[in-house]
């Protein structure tokens, strides 16, 4: 994964801004998100119900290093997941017509981007709280990739008609 630069936001043209707000609603309605959303989700309610229960009894067990890197590493993993919570709410806003995806690809609704997590900061640190960590870094890849396709890589171009083209330079050409 790599951070954006702000040369990679959307333009301004408003072409390209109607063929992103239909892949928006087009997304909105697919399977995949669909899929997306319901595993976002689930992993976000997961994750809470192991911080406050299960995690939070593993925390106070830990040597005092390991539980300020369980502090760090439950902090930042909240903050990824309600990262990717927000981006998934706004896309089924969309879908349930809450939203117009023109305002969904409003900058302000678009994933934060930022570098990848590295690998968690002490060794001690509870197996469960590891594999949340790696699933909900593997759910923001999904993400982003997602994110970059409806609004940083170029939208796809409708078909063009070569025999139009050919036929309306004849015309140019020659006053037709």
Known sequence: MSQFAASDAPTS???????????????????????????????????ATYLDGEGRREA?????????????????????LMQAASWLLVQRAVREGDMSADQACDERYRLKLRAPSDQPTHAELPIALVELMVRAERLLERIVYLDRRMFVDEPEAEPTNEVQNQLDRLKAAFGG
């Open 60 to 80: 106070k067990l830990l040597s005092r290093a390991a539980a300020l890197a369980y502090a760090a590493e439950s902090m930042a993993l909240t903050t990824r």
């Open 13 to 47: 043209d408003p072409i390209a801004a109607v063929t992103r707000a239909r892949q928006v609603a087009d997304f909105a309605q697919s399977e995949l998100f669909e899929r997306t959303f319901q595993d976002g989700m689930a992993l976000v309610e997961e994750t």
